[in-house]
């Protein structure tokens, strides 16, 4: 107990003092978080790169601690596989969350590295091999315990991911889980499981004191991928031996405001058609401030349903069999309460759903092709036509494309000028002085000069979250044309031009 006080000192002391250092290298490297989107809340550029911090300052006391510490290196020794683990696939997420940071990496290869590093925690021991079952007897997994396995670590890691949405709540989320953790570790006198949460817990403090809201850096993937993976393989452990009556059910319950979150947001996005990996702005916190909370509110709210469900995953730790059944129906039930209240469950919008379903399936498919023929083409006159094409089907009248001059061309003046290239409705058309427009950011430019705006004429006064999904799929695509033209050829000086308006 007293090297895991050390341990949680160790860890928050190195988190508050290295966290401002990484706050002065990301705004010195510009790796900044711009707001470029709608679901995004925070209005000035703020760094990302936090979770370095919250990375170093978890393992550098470990470390210490095993050189220097002879107990520990004694628990160390003795679960070498767990302390394997645990190094190595930590830093392989924390590296791949910084590879996301840095460059951006699509769903593919993230789940390709957290499937392999869950299969790496497998085979050193980190498995649920029971599913509880408190109206009966347990379900014994087999060969099921493997699959079962990688998608807990996979998803854990991912649902921290998402619901790193307002500042410090994702911080707040993973500590109030991480001490959940701790107690249920120090109930059953799991040292090394202990040892581990103090130490991330000592280094979320640390974090905190600067991500609380109003934030002036944010963990990014880094972090949050990192936090999501030492909660899965720290909970699964310290439950791997629990009374087959609570067996997986206590970390579920620990973590899941989290996992309630993703499941909910993947059951949205499938209902509505929309890409599963894709953000929205219909997360838990976003209903809760769409109720007039504010930013720290919404948190708070937030920490408290936490601190429930921690409370309730403790409690099933000294209930049998028909105590956990009962106790898990009231939870349901609230759970039930709270998502309504939200306006989760509305069986009478289903309807409704299903043609934004249809309606987002098929501008997507309209779309798709033109994604194709944008990659095939070598120089922005071309390309411009198909832009035009691209807006008409997202039902746009104006379309404007700023794209930046390729390597080696420069202004008089000697600095890079945009390329740009405008398309307005006729002068006269009716809606024209009501025009609403809307600026996506192209991937691609690192100060975000590649932009396209597209303008509605159709009396809306902001874009719906379908509408702007299909609009940033379809600036991925073009920023991945514009760096082929970049790199194969000189955009030549096209100066802007008015014709009809999208059909």
């Not at 570790?185 to 499981?193: D, T, V």
């Not at 405001?257 to 209902?271: E, G, Q, V």
């Amino acid at each position: 107990m007293r090297t895991a006080a050390v341990a949680f000192i160790l860890s928050m002391l190195c988190g508050t003092f290295l966290t401002p250092w990484v706050r002065r290298l990301a705004h010195h490297f510009g790796v900044l978080d711009h707001a470029r989107s709608s679901r995004k809340i925070h209005g000035q550029p703020i760094p990302r790169l936090g979770g370095i911090a919250i990375v170093i300052s978890f393992y550098v006391p470990l470390v210490g601690l095993l050189l220097f510490h002879r107990g520990v290196s004694m628990f160390f020794l003795a679960e070498r596989d767990h302390v394997i683990g645990l190094f190595v696939g930590g830093i392989s997420i924390a590296l791949l969350g910084l590879y996301d940071d840095l460059k951006g990496a699509n769903a593919p290869k993230k789940f390709l590295v957290q499937f392999l590093v869950a299969a790496l925690l497998y085979h050193l021991g980190f498995r649920f091999d029971v599913i509880a079952n408190p109206f009966g007897h347990p379900i014994v997994l087999g060969w099921l315990s493997l699959p079962l396995t990688l998608l807990w670590v996979a998803g854990v890691i991912n649902a921290m991911n998402l619901i790193d949405g307002l500042d410090g709540l994702a911080g707040g989320v993973a500590l109030v889980a991480v001490l959940t953790t701790f107690l249920v570790s120090l109930q059953r006198w799991h040292p090394l499981m202990m040892l581990f949460s103090a130490a991330l817990a000592g280094s979320i403090v640390g974090f905190l004191f600067y991500n609380f809201n109003p934030a002036s850096i944010f963990m990014g993937d880094t972090g949050s991928m990192f936090l999501g993976f030492v909660l899965a393989a720290t909970a699964m452990q310290t439950n791997q031996k629990a009374s087959t009556a609570v067996a997986l059910v206590i970390p579920a319950i620990a973590l899941g405001l989290p996992i309630m979150d993703t499941l909910l947001a993947m059951a949205r996005r499938a209902l509505r058609g929309r890409p599963l990996f894709q953000p929205d702005k219909e997360h838990i916190h976003h209903k809760l401030m769409a109720r007039g909370l504010s930013h720290r509110q919404a948190v708070l709210v937030l920490y408290g349903l936490c601190i429930l469900l921690g409370s309730v995953a403790l409690i099933l730790t000294y209930a049998n069999s028909g105590q956990t059944a009962l106790l898990l129906l009231v939870l349901a039930a609230v759970a039930i309460a709270f998502l309504r209240s939200l306006g989760y469950v509305r069986l009478d919008l289903m309807p409704q759903t299903a043609m934004y379903r249809k309606r987002n399936r098929a501008v997507r498919s309209a779309l798709q092709p033109l994604g194709r023929r944008l990659r095939q083409l070598r120089n922005a006159n071309e390309m411009w036509p198909v832009i035009v094409e691209a807006a008409g089907i997202l039902g746009a009248v104006s379309v404007t494309l700023l794209a930046d001059q390729p390597a080696g061309t420069a202004s008089p003046g000697g600095l890079p000028t945009p390329q740009t290239f405008t398309q307005q409705p006729p002068a006269g058309d009716e809606g024209t002085a009501s025009l609403f427009q809307a600026r996506f950011v192209i991937p691609g430019a690192k100060d975000g000069s590649r932009t396209l705006e597209l303008g509605w004429a159709d009396g809306r006064r902001e874009i719906d979250r379908d509408t702007e999904i299909a609009a940033e799929i379809f600036c991925e695509r073009l920023g991945e044309a514009l760096d082929l033209v970049q790199r194969s050829t000189s955009l030549a000086s096209v100066p802007a031009s008015k014709a009809a308006p999208p059909s």
